[in-house]
C-alpha cells in the first residue's frame, strides 16, 4: 500500500497541470468529502454498533476465545 504513495502525488501533479489549483483542491475535497460520507452508505458500518446475539442455551462456543493465558505447544523432539 505504501508503495503507492508517490503515486497520489504524482496525480496531484497532473491534476494540478492540467485543470489548475483550484479545481484540483475542490476535486480532492469533494472526494474527501463523499468518502466521509461513506457510513451512511453502506451497511457495514451501521451494523458496528449492533450487539452482539445472544449465545444459545450451551453458552459460548468453546475454542473462540478465552481470557486466560494460552499453554505453549511442546518443543518438537530430536
Do not use: C, H, N, Q
Not at 18 to 24: D, E, K, P, Q, S
Not at 31 to 45: E, G, H, K, M
Not at 49 to 75: C, F, H, L, Q, V
Amino acid at each position: 500500500m505504501l508503495l503507492t504513495t508517490p503515486l497520489g502525488g504524482l496525480a496531484a501533479g497532473l491534476l494540478v497541470e492540467r485543470i489548475g489549483l483550484a479545481a484540483t483542491l475542490l476535486g480532492i475535497g469533494a472526494l474527501y468529502f463523499l468518502t466521509t460520507l461513506s457510513p451512511l452508505v453502506f451497511p457495514a458500518w451501521r451494523e458496528m454498533d449492533a450487539k452482539p446475539a445472544p449465545a444459545g442455551p450451551a453458552g459460548p462456543s468453546e475454542g473462540i476465545s478465552r481470557t486466560e493465558p494460552s499453554t505453549p505447544a511442546p518443543a518438537p523432539g530430536p
